[in-house]
């Protein structure tokens, strides 16, 4: 080993696997609470003792079929990645896939972030998502995060009750040592808050190191690992945690990725402890319904610190404190959103003292994620180096980082733009160069004309085919109407008679044929409407002109004005609303003649 790299088991405690830090007022918290909990008696309780003394509980690395339920993981559930810690505790993980494949990846993980109607720190932009681990099948890879927030019940078992309570500003875990039965089971489960941003670092660090003691391999088993190097514990980056909360791959297919919430707002109280549900009180990790991934609480109880520095947008400069995301027991329900952002003051300034301290806020928390080095082998560096040929010849210019804009014409005409005023320069500074550079000018004049041509072709052509998904949309949409007549009318006549049932059949299977059809044609309608308002909006304006200009039929005039509706609503949110776009269609087209 590099004699400049320090062993991560250097500072390894002593005692039976057992970190420093851990005192005995612990040990008299076991003592309280077999006093209350007879043997056997409570399947929640009986956990919290393999809490401090290490009862073999069963730790799996992945369950097919749910583990039983724990303190540390209440809602068991197929998937789980369970880590082992000290003590017995245990931390929970899930795997979370993203797009595309191979390590550069592909057009597939491009992403959007952010929410047009939210704060000013939320503003749309795209980026490219990745794992940090291949997938089983090794065609893909995963993000891996906790399930859970970080509970006070695992920084327990790693750090001790004499480092909660010296960090900790919760008045309430003063009593920790005196709580009995569900109090103190409540209490553990709890998010942990109220200590710092570097009190998080300091307990991800002494996990860390228990974790990787080499007299204990048994505990790297779990661990996902790439080219066979075993992960490490961090906090996630902004750009997991959110692909993570929008619901992750399974929202990307199913088109609601860029929804203001992961589910309909309907259900918020089913999924998140805000202001409404709870007014200002944290609750037990896991008592609300998990996304569609199998996490629990990314919306709402404690906000959730995350790896990077709070920036006003992501990819901007100026650096600030922590970045924060989720919300919380104090945010009002009209608030929730998954593009929610907050900054942490890590080092907050009190005017009244006038110092610097170490912010600790009662509803800020952290969770957990599983990372790794982008390199962790000479051969594994090999095999990046020879995907990246592939990738930087053909993929790279169609991502964020090897474009400006998101529409390749536009990108070359704004690059056009920009070698104008180096030729003024140059021709102000050459005079024996101005009339090379005048005809280099007159070609970019030339160049610049042909895509603006071409932008504008583009653009006419993509609405004209929007246009023609709409059309066909509202004819599918009204004939699903009249079916629907038609099946009422059948089903009145089969309680009459049974020989009405085939006709019933006949009409069922159209309607089910046509809502297929309808499906396709909304997506298509979607996709387009997307595509289309990545272009300035001279050009969707021009296209939609040029339409309306060849006197088209009623039918497809009505489609031009929906169309254009939507593209301005796209435009200012950012966001496809496919369902909401069909109601608008089918209410338009509602008994329409012609």
Same mark, same amino acid.
């Given at each position: 080993?590099?004699?400049?790299?320090?062993?991560?088991?250097?500072?390894?405690?002593?005692?039976?696997?057992?970190?420093?830090?851990?005192?005995? %007022?612990?040990?008299?918290?076991?003592?309280?609470?077999?006093?209350?909990?007879?043997?056997?008696?409570?399947?929640?309780?009986? %956990?919290?003792?393999?809490? /401090?003394?290490?009862?073999?509980?069963?730790?799996?690395?992945?369950?097919?079929?749910?583990?039983?339920?724990?303190?540390?993981?209440?809602?068991?559930?197929?998937?789980?990645?369970?880590?082992?810690?000290?003590?017995?505790?245990?931390?929970?993980?899930?795997?979370?896939?993203?797009?595309?494949?191979?390590?550069?990846?592909?057009?597939?993980?491009?992403?959007?972030?952010? +929410?047009?109607?939210?704060?000013?720190?939320?503003?749309?932009?795209?980026?490219?998502?990745?794992?940090?681990?291949?997938?089983?099948?090794?065609?893909?890879?995963?993000?891996?995060?906790?399930?859970?927030?970080?509970?006070?019940?695992?920084?327990?078992?790693?750090?001790?009750?004499?480092?909660?309570?010296?960090?900790?500003?919760?008045?309430?875990?003063?009593?920790?040592?005196?709580?009995?039965?569900?109090?103190?089971?409540?209490?553990?489960?709890?998010?942990?808050? /109220?200590?710092?941003?570097? +009190?998080?670092?300091?307990?991800?660090?002494?996990?860390?190191?228990?974790?990787? #003691?080499?007299?204990?391999?048994?505990?790297?088993?779990?661990?996902?690992?790439?080219?066979?190097?075993?992960?490490?514990?961090?906090?996630?980056?902004?750009?997991?945690?959110?692909?993570?909360?929008?619901?992750?791959?399974?929202?990307?297919?199913?088109?609601?990725? #860029? #929804?203001?919430?992961?589910?309909?707002?309907?259900?918020?109280?089913?999924?998140?402890?805000?202001?409404?549900?709870?007014?200002?009180?944290?609750?037990?990790?896991?008592?609300?319904?998990?996304?569609?991934?199998?996490?629990? +609480?990314?919306?709402?109880?404690?906000?959730?610190?995350?790896?990077?520095?709070?920036?006003?947008?992501?990819?901007?400069?100026?650096?600030?404190?922590?970045?924060? !995301?989720?919300?919380?027991?104090?945010?009002?329900?009209?608030?929730?959103?998954?593009?929610?952002?907050?900054?942490?003051?890590?080092?907050?300034?009190?005017?009244?003292?006038?110092?610097?301290?170490?912010?600790?806020?009662?509803?800020?928390?952290?969770?957990?994620?599983?990372?790794?080095?982008?390199?962790?082998?000479?051969?594994? !560096?090999?095999?990046?180096?020879?995907?990246?040929?592939?990738?930087?010849?053909?993929?790279?210019?169609?991502?964020?980082?090897?474009?400006?804009? +998101?529409?390749?014409?536009?990108?070359?005409?704004?690059?056009?733009?920009?070698?104008?005023?180096?030729?003024?320069?140059?021709?102000?500074?050459?005079?024996?160069?101005?009339?090379?550079?005048?005809?280099?000018?007159?070609?970019? #004049?030339?160049?610049?004309?042909?895509?603006?041509?071409?932008?504008?072709?583009?653009?006419?052509?993509?609405?004209?085919?929007?246009?023609?998904?709409?059309?066909?949309?509202?004819?599918?949409?009204?004939?699903?109407?009249?079916?629907?007549?038609?099946?009422?009318?059948?089903?009145?006549?089969?309680?009459?008679?049974? !020989?009405?049932?085939?006709?019933?059949?006949?009409?069922?299977?159209?309607?089910?044929?046509?809502?297929?059809?309808?499906?396709?044609?909304?997506?298509?309608?979607?996709?387009?409407?997307?595509?289309?308002?990545?272009?300035?909006?001279?050009?969707?304006?021009?296209?939609?002109?040029?339409? !309306?200009?060849?006197?088209?039929?009623?039918?497809?005039?009505?489609?031009?004005?929906?169309?254009?509706?939507?593209?301005?609503?796209?435009?200012?949110?950012?966001?496809?609303?496919?369902?909401?776009?069909?109601?608008?269609?089918?209410?338009?087209?509602?008994?329409?003649?012609?």
């Amino acid at each position: 080993m590099n004699s400049s790299v320090a062993p991560i088991h250097a500072a390894k405690a002593g005692g039976a696997g057992q970190p420093r830090g851990v005192a005995m %007022p612990v040990a008299g918290i076991l003592r309280d609470l077999r006093r209350v909990v007879p043997g056997g008696a409570c399947r929640w309780l009986f %956990p919290i003792v393999a809490l /401090f003394v290490g009862l073999g509980w069963p730790v799996t690395p992945l369950h097919a079929e749910p583990p039983p339920a724990t303190v540390y993981n209440p809602k068991p559930a197929a998937g789980d990645l369970v880590l082992p810690m000290p003590e017995g505790a245990e931390m929970v993980f899930r795997r979370a896939r993203v797009p595309g494949s191979g390590f550069w990846g592909d057009p597939e993980r491009v992403i959007q972030l952010g +929410d047009a109607s939210g704060g000013i720190f939320e503003g749309l932009q795209r980026t490219q998502i990745s794992g940090s681990f291949p997938a089983a099948d090794g065609e893909g890879w995963e993000i891996v995060l906790a399930k859970y927030e970080l509970t006070k019940g695992q920084y327990l078992a790693v750090m001790g009750l004499d480092a909660l309570l010296e960090t900790s500003g919760d008045p309430e875990d003063r009593n920790l040592a005196g709580l009995r039965g569900r109090a103190l089971r409540d209490a553990l489960m709890q998010p942990l808050t /109220f200590v710092s941003h570097q +009190d998080i670092e300091v307990f991800i660090r002494r996990y860390n190191h228990w974790l990787f #003691d080499p007299e204990h391999p048994e505990r790297l088993e779990s661990l996902p690992t790439v080219d066979g190097v075993p992960g490490f514990l961090r906090l996630p980056t902004e750009e997991e945690w959110e692909f993570v909360a929008r619901g992750g791959l399974p929202a990307l297919e199913a088109g609601t990725f #860029d #929804d203001r919430l992961p589910f309909p707002a309907r259900e918020l109280n089913e999924h998140a402890w805000h202001l409404g549900n709870a007014r200002h009180q944290l609750r037990p990790v896991g008592l609300r319904a998990a996304n569609r991934l199998g996490f629990h +609480d990314l919306h709402g109880n404690a906000q959730e610190m995350t790896a990077g520095l709070f920036r006003p947008e992501i990819w901007q400069g100026k650096p600030g404190g922590v970045a924060v !995301r989720g919300g919380s027991v104090s945010t009002p329900a009209a608030d929730m959103r998954t593009a929610l952002r907050a900054e942490l003051d890590a080092y907050a300034w009190d005017p009244d003292r006038q110092r610097v301290q170490e912010r600790r806020s009662f509803n800020t928390g952290a969770r957990l994620a599983i990372g790794a080095n982008v390199v962790v082998s000479s051969s594994q !560096r090999a095999e990046i180096e020879r995907e990246y040929e592939d990738y930087r010849a053909d993929i790279r210019r169609t991502m964020p980082v090897g474009r400006t804009l +998101d529409n390749l014409v536009a990108q070359a005409s704004v690059q056009l733009g920009t070698v104008e005023p180096i030729l003024a320069r140059l021709m102000d500074q050459n005079a024996d160069l101005r009339e090379p550079l005048t005809a280099v000018q007159e070609y970019m #004049d030339r160049a610049r004309e042909r895509l603006e041509l071409a932008q504008r072709e583009s653009a006419r052509s993509l609405a004209q085919d929007a246009a023609r998904n709409g059309v066909n949309l509202s004819v599918y949409l009204s004939r699903l109407e009249r079916l629907e007549r038609t099946l009422d009318s059948a089903r009145q006549l089969l309680e009459i008679s049974s !020989r009405y049932q085939e006709q019933v059949a006949a009409v069922e299977s159209s309607m089910r044929d046509l809502e297929t059809a309808v499906g396709e044609q909304l997506q298509g309608y979607r996709d387009r409407v997307a595509r289309l308002g990545d272009y300035e909006i001279v050009y969707i304006e021009q296209a939609l002109e040029t339409l !309306r200009a060849a006197e088209p039929p009623p039918r497809e005039r009505a489609v031009l004005e929906l169309l254009g509706q939507h593209l301005e609503e796209y435009a200012e949110q950012r966001r496809a609303e496919p369902e909401r776009w069909r109601e608008a269609f089918r209410e338009r087209f509602a008994g329409f003649e012609g």
